[in-house]
Structures are given as structure tokens and as C-alpha cells.
């Protein structure tokens, strides 16, 4: 399996930006795909963004695409999400996950392995 831990959270104005990170541990880690959602109070988790580990494919949801970056560092086992022009409803705490095979997904329910996610605050 992998451990996933995420970091990079924090308070940041609308039109900001901050980069999240998340670290994965395991011994088949190019195995799995990565992939990031979010969470706000009351809302069912959301897809933001996915990849495969060894690269290829990238996928975003609707209302991140053109501002959200997802990107990986296979010799940190690190991936990141860069956060460009943030706004309030990007308010939420969000999650790294992986799941077996090369094909990132889009549900929640596809991924096996979570991390312990970082709160992203955005203010008007």
C-alpha cells in the first residue's frame, strides 16, 4: 500500500495562490495513480485533479481547470498542486489519493489510500 501525506495548506486572499504537497511513501508507488479532491463543510468530496505517477495523462475538474496545476517529482515520491488565482469557493480541505493502476479516476470511491488533508482558506 501507500501513505500519503499532505502539506501546503494555510489562509491566502482571493486572487492568490498557494502550492500544495503530498508526500507518498510505499514500496510500489509507480503503480498507483494520484489524484487531488476537496472537501467543504456539507458538500460531498470533489474532484480536483489526477495523474498518472510515471506521467501521461492529466485530468482537472471543470471549475479548477486553467487556474489548478497538478505535477509530480518521482524522486521526492512527491506530488503537487499549484493554486493559482484562488477564490472563496475554492475554500475547503483537500485531500491527496491514490489508487491501484495507471488510469487515474474521477470518483472518490476509486481511490483506496487518502491523506490526512490540509485546510485551504481563501478570503475576499
Known amino acids: 500500500q501507500v501513505q500519503l501525506v499532505e502539506s501546503g495548506g494555510g489562509l491566502v486572499q482571493a486572487g492568490g495562490s498557494l502550492r500544495l504537497s503530498c508526500a507518498a511513501s510505499?514500496?510500489?508507488?509507480?503503480?498507483?495513480?494520484m489524484g487531488w479532491f476537496r472537501q467543504a463543510p456539507g458538500k460531498e468530496r470533489e474532484f480536483v485533479a489526477a495523474n498518472r505517477w510515471s506521467g501521461g495523462s492529466i485530468y482537472y475538474g471543470d471549475s479548477v481547470k486553467g487556474r489548478f496545476t497538478i505535477s509530480g517529482d518521482n524522486a521526492k515520491n512527491t506530488v503537487y498542486l499549484q493554486m493559482n488565482s484562488l477564490q472563496p469557493e475554492d475554500t475547503a480541505v483537500y485531500y491527496c489519493a491514490a489508487k491501484r493502476g495507471v488510469y487515474p479516476g474521477l470518483g472518490p470511491d476509486e481511490y483506496a489510500y487518502w491523506g490526512q488533508g490540509t485546510q485551504v482558506t481563501v478570503s475576499s
Open positions: 510505499g514500496r510500489a508507488v509507480g503503480s498507483y495513480s
